[in-house]
């Protein structure tokens, strides 16, 4: 499959809304684990939401009840909408699929939170 590619980062104050898109192709959703990482400086890459088999959904402690993942398998996008946006969500965030082992992880995003 070819490299997704993720939209809709930018800078916002805290307290606001973003929602990323992660564009896919080459992808059958509900035969993947598809996923939304971020990475802040100085730290480790962290999962923040995720949709197991189409029909499965995660999130860390630290998003849940802010932000909602979601797709439209029809326009082949993924999205991740971040309501209640705090500073420490500042990161780069990645879409990633994975199936059998194999990750196909796109470049990222950057999201500034301003507080």
């Known amino acids: 499959q070819v490299q997704p590619v993720e939209s809709g980062g930018g800078l916002v104050q805290a307290g606001g809304s973003l929602r990323l898109s992660c564009a896919y192709s080459g992808i059958i959703f509900s035969m993947y684990t598809a996923g939304w990482y971020r990475q802040a400086p100085g730290k480790e890459r962290e999962l923040v939401a995720s949709i197991i088999s189409g029909s499965l959904f995660k999130y860390s402690d630290s998003v849940k009840g802010r932000f909602t993942i979601s797709t439209d398998v029809a326009k082949s996008t993924m999205y991740l909408q971040m309501d209640s946006l705090k500073p420490e969500d500042t990161a780069v965030y990645y879409c990633?699929?994975?199936?059998?082992?194999?990750?196909?992880r796109g470049k990222g995003t950057l999201v500034t939170v301003s507080s």
């Open positions: 990633n699929f994975e199936r059998d082992g194999v990750n196909t």
